[in-house]
């Protein structure tokens, strides 16, 4: 299963959880009026460090699928390594961590910041994409929609 969420008649509605072939989630984004809105979560997938599967990689809020708040960032150990806040799509303020939990200098830190906005504005994207083409299959399924990836023969 790719991912797994409800329609409205507006578009997808609530929350949609996302998930590697394996089962493993990678994903949780929040829906309203058919758009990416309040709290999402990104895991680590077994595929990129198998070591942290499942383990939360990023936590912030969208509205409207823009970025809002306060993001933060986990390393595979859980640590925190990077926290910015945004305000209407816009980073704000960030502050990165070395994996010691020492306060990069300000440079660093938005270098990093903007690495990892960068890669995480991708996923979202991506996601979102996998939503749009769910779309179809929910008509003939009702509410609820799985997306299944194709079986392996």
Same mark, same amino acid.
Not at 38 to 48: D, E, M, N, P, T
């Given at each position: ?16 959880d996302f998930y590697?072939?394996? $089962?493993?989630?990678? #994903?949780? @984004? ?6 990416? &809105?309040?709290?999402?979560?990104? /895991?680590?997938?077994? @595929?990129?460090?198998?070591? &942290? ?11 409207? $699928?823009r970025f809002e708040?306060?993001?933060?960032? *986990?390393?595979?150990? $859980?640590?925190? +390594?990077?926290?910015?806040? *945004?305000?209407?799509?816009? +980073? +704000?303020?960030?502050?990165? /961590? ?7 200098p300000p440079a ?9 906005? *960068? #890669? ?13 083409? #769910?779309?179809?299959? #929910?008509? $003939? ?6 997306? &299944? ?5």
């Amino acid at each position: 299963m790719l991912c797994a969420g409800r329609w409205s008649s507006d578009g997808p509605e609530g929350t949609w959880d996302f998930y590697e072939s394996n $089962g493993n989630r990678t #994903a949780t @984004i929040n829906f309203s009026q058919g758009a990416a &809105a309040g709290q999402l979560r990104f /895991y680590w997938g077994s @595929i990129v460090v198998p070591g &942290a599967a499942g383990k939360l990689q990023v936590m912030g809020t969208v509205r409207d $699928g823009r970025f809002e708040h306060r993001w933060i960032r *986990y390393a595979t150990n $859980g640590s925190v +390594m990077n926290e910015t806040v *945004y305000w209407n799509d816009e +980073m +704000m303020m960030t502050r990165s /961590y070395s994996s010691e939990g020492v306060e990069l200098p300000p440079a660093t830190a938005i270098a990093r910041a903007r690495l990892l906005d *960068y #890669a995480d504005r991708r996923l979202l994207h991506s996601l979102l994409s996998i939503v749009r083409h #769910a779309k179809p299959q #929910a008509r $003939g399924t009702g509410l609820q929609t799985n997306l &299944a990836e194709p079986k392996q023969e």
